[in-house]
């Protein structure tokens, strides 16, 4: 299956998406009915959250969970000052 990119180049809505958290970001646009990307996105996701538990790496675990539950220009501003 080829992909092809949607990328959203309104100013307007690259301003919304700051404001979201990754994990929401990854799963915005998501549909059920077609299981696009963005709705396996959020399966695993959620798998992930779910999971602590059974992970061998507790550490990368909780980094993971920090970057998917932090914002998308909190972590803009993470990987420039990095």
Same mark, same amino acid.
């Given at each position: ?28 646009? /998501?549909?059920? =009915?077609? %299981?696009?990307?963005? &709705? ?5 996701? #959620?798998?992930?959250?779910? $999971? !602590? /538990?059974?992970? =061998?790496? %507790?550490?990368?675990? &909780? ?5 998917? #539950?932090?914002?998308?220009? $909190? !972590?803009?501003?993470?990987?420039? %000052?990095?």
């Amino acid at each position: 299956m080829a992909y092809k990119y949607a990328g959203n180049p309104k100013e307007k809505d690259n301003y919304l998406f700051l404001s979201l958290k990754v994990k929401d970001l990854l799963s915005y646009g /998501k549909d059920a =009915k077609i %299981k696009n990307r963005q &709705y396996n996105n959020e399966l695993l996701i #959620n798998y992930i959250e779910k $999971n !602590e /538990k059974i992970t =061998k790496d %507790k550490k990368v675990h &909780y980094e993971l969970i920090k970057f998917l #539950n932090n914002t998308v220009e $909190n !972590e803009t501003i993470n990987f420039y %000052k990095n």
